[in-house]
């Protein structure tokens, strides 16, 4: 019986080796890909090893340990406008999360148009989270091991793609995944965590420097009631909720509560002045349909942050039913306004950060997930 095939994300960690692995066990043929952030050239025997051979070695390792093939892709013009995306973000004092952004218009859309291209059905990757069939349709869900779930980070895709997503390792726990990697010996087994932003070596601020020197200029650090306590270089440096490196002392700790680019000013303030009541979502992607009327959900802000009861109201009036992105995983719905929605926690919450993902849950399972576009007091 010929094995189906799958696509695979490989990045020589430890947590995609063990998804193809698992894969391969359960009878399917993985094809592995990397996807490539910087540019590749082909080979010389006057250069030597390529760029994307040196920076894939670890994902080559890893395939030829499992017996897989591994294509390496050069993905250097998706990852141009991910940074592009980020820089403009900063200059216009927002964080953006790279991360959730990555996964929806590179790593998934280059998957699942290498899966059509190739007439192969699904696609898979090393993420701590979940897709179950359940009451007649796909759904997403958290991960079980709630440390290191990555359920926030795939709230975006869209939901008509989800059929076509396979995660082997939602089931288990770090400590299972990292213990059947040295069972099996495998080459990434002892491998360390790997980083949050792939493309970032140095700091935000660094990368803004490099690339958009034009969105950097100094300006005042102003406290609540706007008097000035002193300056900076640049409000690249700073999100909503930081507290160390402000170059400020006032005898008590201070935190950023506000970024005002016009100004080029960064505000400051003490730890009560970070809590917002709630926030507005955009560009929302929904999973269930969308609510008619003011519901219930828990909504994680940033991936590190608890998620926290609230009430969610659609702001959106117009259109019927859910949101339906095509099933290729590109971001039509960042272009077409999916959605807008208002939260409101139960609780204030410490730096409600425009520009980061607000994902909204019901127990495990994800509702939707949009950027924040303002707190509200």
Same mark, same amino acid.
């Given at each position: 019986?010929?094995?189906?095939?799958?696509?695979?994300?490989?990045?020589?960690?430890?947590?995609?080796?063990?998804?193809?692995?698992?894969?391969?066990?359960?009878?399917?043929?993985?094809?592995?890909?990397?996807?490539?952030?910087?540019?590749?050239?082909?080979?010389?025997?006057?250069?030597?090893?390529?760029?994307?051979?040196?920076?894939?070695?670890?994902?080559?390792?890893?395939?030829?340990?499992?017996?897989?093939?591994?294509?390496?892709?050069?993905?250097?013009?998706?990852?141009?406008?991910?940074?592009?995306?980020?820089?403009?973000?900063?200059?216009?004092?927002?964080?953006?999360?790279?991360?959730?952004?990555?996964?929806?218009?590179?790593?998934?859309?280059?998957?699942?148009?290498?899966?059509?291209?190739?007439?192969?059905?699904?696609?898979?990757?090393?993420?701590?989270?979940?897709?179950?069939?359940?009451?007649?349709?796909?759904?997403?869900?958290?991960?079980?091991?709630?440390?290191?779930?990555?359920?926030?980070?795939?709230?975006?895709?869209?939901?008509?793609?989800?059929?076509?997503?396979?995660?082997?390792?939602?089931?288990?726990?770090?400590?299972?995944?990292?213990?059947?990697?040295?069972?099996?010996?495998?080459?990434?087994?002892?491998?360390?965590?790997?980083?949050?932003?792939?493309?970032?070596?140095?700091?935000?601020?660094?990368?803004?420097?490099?690339?958009?020197?034009?969105?950097?200029?100094?300006?005042?650090?102003?406290?609540?009631?706007?008097?000035?306590?002193?300056?900076?270089?640049?409000?690249?440096?700073?999100?909503?909720?930081?507290?160390?490196?402000?170059?400020? +002392?006032? =005898?008590?700790? !201070?935190?950023? /509560?506000?970024?005002?680019?016009?100004?080029? %000013? $960064?505000?400051? &303030?003490? #730890?009560?002045?970070?809590?917002?009541?709630?926030?507005?979502?955009?560009?929302?992607?929904?999973?269930?349909?969308?609510?008619?009327?003011?519901?219930?959900?828990?909504?994680?802000?940033?991936?590190?942050?608890?998620?926290?009861?609230?009430?969610?109201?659609?702001?959106?009036?117009?259109?019927?039913?859910?949101?339906?992105?095509?099933?290729?995983?590109?971001?039509?719905?960042? +272009?077409? =306004?999916?959605? !807008?929605?208002? /939260?409101?926690?139960?609780?204030?919450?410490? %730096? $409600?950060?425009? &520009?980061? #993902?607000?994902?909204?849950?019901?127990?495990?399972?994800?509702?939707?997930?949009?950027?924040?576009?303002?707190?509200?007091?």
């Amino acid at each position: 019986m010929k094995r189906e095939a799958i696509v695979v994300a490989m990045s020589g960690g430890v947590d995609s080796t063990v998804a193809a692995h698992l894969l391969r066990e359960a009878g399917c043929r993985p094809v592995g890909v990397y996807l490539h952030p910087g540019p590749v050239r082909p080979q010389t025997p006057s250069e030597g090893a390529s760029d994307a051979a040196v920076a894939s070695a670890d994902a080559r390792r890893a395939a030829d340990a499992l017996g897989i093939p591994l294509e390496v892709v050069d993905a250097s013009a998706d990852f141009d406008r991910l940074i592009d995306h980020l820089c403009t973000e900063y200059g216009r004092g927002r964080t953006p999360n790279p991360c959730v952004r990555c996964n929806r218009t590179i790593k998934f859309a280059r998957l699942l148009a290498m899966a059509d291209a190739r007439g192969i059905g699904c696609v898979a990757t090393g993420h701590y989270a979940r897709v179950e069939w359940e009451a007649g349709r796909w759904r997403l869900k958290r991960g079980l091991d709630r440390g290191k779930d990555q359920s926030y980070f795939l709230a975006r895709l869209a939901p008509a793609a989800l059929e076509r997503i396979r995660l082997p390792i939602g089931e288990m726990t770090k400590r299972h995944v990292r213990r059947l990697a040295r069972d099996l010996a495998l080459p990434c087994r002892d491998a360390p965590e790997s980083q949050d932003v792939c493309f970032l070596t140095g700091s935000v601020g660094d990368l803004v420097r490099a690339r958009r020197p034009d969105l950097v200029r100094p300006g005042p650090i102003l406290d609540t009631d706007g008097r000035q306590l002193g300056r900076h270089d640049g409000i690249v440096d700073f999100t909503i909720g930081q507290r160390r490196g402000l170059g400020v +002392a006032v =005898g008590e700790p !201070r935190y950023v /509560v506000a970024i005002r680019p016009d100004e080029a %000013a $960064v505000v400051v &303030g003490p #730890a009560e002045a970070t809590r917002a009541r709630g926030l507005v979502a955009e560009d929302i992607v929904w999973h269930e349909r969308p609510p008619a009327e003011p519901v219930r959900a828990e909504v994680q802000i940033r991936y590190r942050h608890p998620a926290a009861p609230a009430w969610v109201t659609r702001l959106d009036a117009s259109g019927e039913g859910e949101a339906r992105p095509d099933a290729s995983g590109t971001d039509n719905a960042d +272009a077409d =306004g999916a959605g !807008r929605a208002q /939260v409101r926690f139960d609780e204030p919450q410490h %730096a $409600v950060t425009p &520009g980061q #993902a607000a994902v909204l849950y019901r127990d495990d399972r994800v509702l939707g997930g949009g950027w924040i576009a303002e707190a509200l007091a």
